[in-house]
């Protein structure tokens, strides 16, 4: 477990640094002169340069091993942040962020594969992956306010410094912390299942990630486009636009929601696919109620949708990671960062260019519900393993 730890500080670092931009990167790109539809593509095209970074994890990190996708992308992603730190226009901005979405793409996957296969049996592995979702939202909850005092005291030069040479830093505590090798041993499994396992809170037998229907993964992609519209609209809102500490506040208030659930450790013995729906169904509720304007106080809201959140991203994990044989963990988490990168692409460039039209919160609230209407219940069969 000494290398589930390790992993753990090293995303707690990843995910600091990430989160940290999330308030200040929407005013940076105001600074440097774009209008909030250029905004959008700037948040959105580190999500679409995910797509060719997370086709090739899938592959290579079931091929060659976690550990150095893991060492190389936190310390180019540290060199590459560094370089954003000194751009001058909107368009820099927005080639670097492309970059940095490219090396990027390789950690997620990386980690949770190597979180999946070390293992002991289906209860353990759905904890490692809650302890993933605890250490996201850890790191969540300090790095925006982090982020927007760093602004604040020092500016965006150095502040985007700062958290390159942290990226870095923890690159390098990478080679000798994490420790692979190579796990043979096949989890404890129950009888072969389907989907009526499934919301039993059955285990089932690992399977081929072909035998999922692609309208599956528009479960996560709608997750991720609501996320990017609500990443996209706080800090553009009128009560965060005065203080980018206030913006910082907001992103650390959706955080402490899902720190709320992930606290929750009961619901790890609630069905993953039933904590998957039902989360998200409760998520599509929450930004219909912020479309339509009802009279719910925003901090409130924020706090739910956090809730809702810490709920969902567990489950998507551990539900992906019980189907699947562990020789694929590196392919079926890498789908599942597609669908994450897709969705975080179009959410901030809809809601960028119809947010005069349209109210982005509906957008998220329309997208989530469509995932749900096409998930085709009936056709997740999961065969016997051979």
């Known amino acids: 477990m000494k290398t589930a730890v390790w992993l753990y500080l090293f995303m707690f670092v990843a995910f600091f640094d990430l989160h940290a931009q999330y308030p200040i990167l929407s005013p940076f790109a105001l600074s440097l002169g774009a209008a909030p539809s250029f905004i959008g593509l700037i948040l959105g095209v580190y999500s679409i340069t995910h797509l060719p970074g997370n086709l ?10 976690s550990k150095l996708f893991i060492v190389c992308s936190l310390i180019v992603a540290g060199i590459v942040l560094i370089f954003q730190s000194n751009v001058k226009d909107p368009w820099q901005l927005l080639y670097i962020r492309s970059i940095s979405g490219f090396v990027l793409a390789f950690l ?17 592995q759905s904890k490692l992956m809650a302890g993933n979702g605890l250490v996201h939202t850890l790191a969540s909850v300090v790095s925006p306010a982090a982020g927007a005092i760093l602004v604040s005291k020092l500016g965006f030069t150095t502040s985007f410094t700062v958290l390159g040479w942290l990226l870095i830093i923890t690159g390098f505590l ?32 690992p399977t081929d990630s072909s035998s999922l229907p692609w309208l599956f993964f528009l479960i ?55 904590r998957t729906i039902f989360g998200s169904l409760a998520l599509a509720f929450i930004f219909f109620t912020l479309a339509v304007q009802m009279p719910i106080p925003l901090y409130v809201s924020l706090f739910l949708i956090g809730m809702a959140k810490g709920v ?12 699947t044989s562990s ?6 988490f890498s789908l599942l960062s597609i669908s994450f990168s897709i ?11 119809l947010r005069d039209q349209l109210s982005p919160y509906f957008i998220a609230f329309f997208m989530l519900m469509l995932a749900l209407a096409l998930l085709p219940l009936r056709t997740i069969h999961i065969p016997k393993a051979a």
Not at 56 to 65: E, F, M, N, Q, S
Not at 251 to 258: I, W
């Open 174 to 205: 990478a080679i000798p912390g994490v420790k692979e090798r190579k796990y043979t041993k096949k989890l404890k499994l129950p009888a072969p299942g389907s989907v009526a396992d499934l919301h039993a809170g059955k285990s089932l037998e």
């Open 220 to 274: 996560p992609l709608s997750l991720s486009c609501s996320q990017g519209i609500l990443f996209f609209e706080l800090p553009l809102m009128k009560v965060a636009r005065g203080s980018i500490l206030t913006s910082g506040i907001f992103f650390s208030l959706v955080s402490l929601g899902a720190l709320c659930t992930l606290s929750l450790l009961f619901l790890n013995r609630i069905s993953p696919f039933l």
């Open 343 to 353: 969705g975080a692409f179009i959410g901030p460039v809809l809601a960028g260019n």
């Open 327 to 332: 020789n694929r963990y590196g392919r079926i």
């Open 108 to 124: 997620s996957p990386s980690c949770l594969a190597l979180l999946a296969k070390i293992a002991e049996d289906r209860v353990q």
């Open 312 to 323: 969902i991203y567990p489950a998507l994990a551990a539900l992906l990671a019980s189907i």
């Open 56 to 65: 090739l994890a899938g592959y290579w990190v079931d091929k060659y091993g």
